[in-house]
């Protein structure tokens, strides 16, 4: 959350005119981030979890943009009260990056559901007697078992009497 909340709002940010974070924008823009994802890894909750998603996305957006704000990274002499492009890339921003992070959960949900089926389906191949003969080998009959000498191995060394 963190993560996305901090690139999104540089990327955002920049789309809209404003120059890339320095310095103490910068480490303002991380701590303000890190204090963000800390607060939604605290509060997970069963209900409305793309409410929530959303709402703590939209809360690193403004505080992004606070921080890159307070640290000079804005082109516009207010810096206080955002342009109209600027609150439009933002809000696409949280819009975009909920939705990617929504469809990886389902991918991850998708990917786990894959796997864990190839396991159970590897797992009962090999509580059936394995996974077969591969096709160039044959199989050991009777024929193929009694056709020999005995052992075979590499001749044995006369030892010296």
Excluded at 21 to 50: E, Q, W
Aim: charged fraction near 10%.
């Amino acid at each position: 959350m963190a993560a996305c909340s901090a690139t999104v709002a540089v990327a955002a940010h920049g789309a809209a005119g404003g120059r890339p974070p320095s310095g103490a924008g910068l480490m303002l823009l991380l701590a303000t981030a890190a204090t963000v994802g800390a607060i939604s890894a605290a509060h997970r909750t069963a209900t409305a979890p793309r409410l929530r998603l959303l709402g703590f996305l939209g809360l690193g957006q403004f505080f992004g943009h606070v921080a890159l704000s307070v640290g000079g990274a804005h082109a516009h002499a207010d810096a206080a009260v955002p342009t109209a492009p600027m609150l439009t890339a933002h809000v696409l921003a949280t819009v975009l990056c909920a939705a990617l992070i929504l469809l990886s959960e389902q991918l991850c949900r998708v990917l786990d559901s894959v796997l864990r089926h190839a396991g159970t389906a590897a797992v009962a191949a090999l509580d059936r007697g394995g996974l077969g003969s591969p096709s160039y080998r044959f199989a050991l009959t009777a024929e193929v078992l009694a056709s020999g000498t005995g052992n075979r191995g590499p001749p044995a060394v006369p030892l010296a009497a």
